[in-house]
């Protein structure tokens, strides 16, 4: 299997606020975006995160009322002090203070305002 690129693909309450969030302190730039949706992209890593509408009619049946309750998005990162620091002192809420685990990874995790966890990761 050849796989070129990888986006996640999140239901939220309210796809602004959540794109708002991640082109505010991530670093993200919006690509495309319509009512219900929009399509973001990370230039240096490439990442892609797109967020729906909780309703929208796009989605199956089936899934169009779920939100992404549960799922981290995980960052890996360099010098995740100072990243920890900057969101803090932005006001992002810190859902989860820095800890180091003994298998050598170094995170945290902040909340967005739809509730996703965003978790930043340093392995040392």
């Known amino acids: 299997m050849n796989i070129n690129s990888f986006t996640v693909s999140l239901t939220v309450d ?3 606020l959540s794109s708002k969030f991640l082109t505010t302190h991530f670093g993200f730039v919006e690509k495309m975006a319509a009512e219900g949706f929009a ?4 230039e240096q890593s490439g990442i892609n995160v797109i967020y729906l509408q909780k309703g929208i009619e ?3 049946a089936f899934m169009r009322n779920i939100t992404s309750a549960g ?11 100072r990243e920890e620091e900057r969101l803090r ?4 809420p810190i859902a989860l203070p820095m800890k180091t685990e003994e298998w050598g ?3 945290f995790m902040v909340k967005d305002p739809n ?3 965003i978790q930043l990761v340093e392995w040392v």
């Open 58 to 60: 796009v989605l199956p």
């Open 105 to 107: 990874e170094k995170l």
């Open 14 to 16: 309210n796809v602004t």
């Open 71 to 81: 799922t981290i998005l995980a960052f890996v990162t360099t010098h995740i002090e």
């Open 39 to 42: 399509s973001l992209q990370h």
């Open 89 to 92: 002192s932005a006001g992002v």
């Open 115 to 117: 509730g996703v966890i």
